[in-house]
């Protein structure tokens, strides 16, 4: 039986997930190098330096540290220009309707964000106050796929993975919940999210009903 369920919040709660693809499309071609949506794939749920590195690999290049810092922030000064205007009405449709249900039940509310931006995005949306608690690039040292994230999220929450539920758009989230032990409810399309114990196309078609039998 479910007593939590931790989300990931790019691409799962709101569409920021393509302003990052965006952003670091327009890095990428700055530097000459080929960026499509099918490689933004492999970046998702990636933290920012591996991101980038990512991104740097497949155009054969390495830099120096500084250089990797002063791309990492032009990438997010971009990224912060495209969500500045983010309000409310950005939540993916289905979420608000989604958490009422599951605290309804009795379930706990967990947040495992890779971004430094997850408090900012979470302000905006007006979603903060929504999760009993949250785990984000501030407080973890290892990124996705690593289970880190979700482990913390659990135990902040005090309750044991084998009764947590994660939920992720990007493949190396879906591998981080798998193995911290809970089970992994994937948002996306089937082919990208393998790994997952069941998939929806988009937050809204998630089934309350079915992820409380679980
Ligand atoms: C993840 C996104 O949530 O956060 C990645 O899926 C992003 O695309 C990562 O690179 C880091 O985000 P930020 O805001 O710290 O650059
Ligand atoms: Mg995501």
């Known amino acids: 039986m479910i007593q939590a369920v931790i989300f990931d919040l790019d691409g799962v709660l709101t569409d920021t997930a393509h302003y990052h693809f965006q952003a670091w499309q327009a890095l990428a071609h700055s530097l000459g190098i080929a960026f499509t949506e099918q490689d933004n ?6 933290d920012r330096l591996g991101s980038l ?28 220009q495209l969500i500045a205007g ?5 939540l993916f449709p289905g979420v608000r309707e989604l958490f009422a249900r599951l605290k309804q ?7 495992a964000s890779a971004s430094k931006n997850a408090a900012f995005v979470l302000q905006r949306l007006g979603i903060a106050g929504e999760f009993d608690a949250i785990a ?7 990124s996705k796929p690593d289970p880190e994230i979700f482990l913390q999220a659990a135990a902040l929450l005090q309750i044991a993975p084998e009764h947590c539920l994660g939920v992720e758009d990007a493949a190396a989230g879906v591998t981080a919940i798998n193995r ?6 994937g948002i996306g399309q089937p082919e990208q999210l393998r790994e997952a114990l069941m998939v929806f196309p988009t937050l809204q078609a998630l089934d309350a009903e079915l992820l409380l039998t679980l």
């Open 41 to 46: 794939e492999h970046l998702k749920g990636v």
């Open 53 to 80: 590195r990512l991104i740097l690999q497949k155009g054969g290049l390495t830099l120096p540290a500084a250089e990797e810092e002063r791309l990492m922030a032009r990438k997010n000064a971009h990224y912060l």
């Open 86 to 90: 983010m309000t409310a009405a950005d």
């Open 105 to 111: 039940s009795g379930i706990k509310l967990g947040l």
């Open 136 to 142: 984000d690039a501030a407080t973890v040292k290892h």
């Open 180 to 185: 911290a032990g809970m089970r992994a409810i």
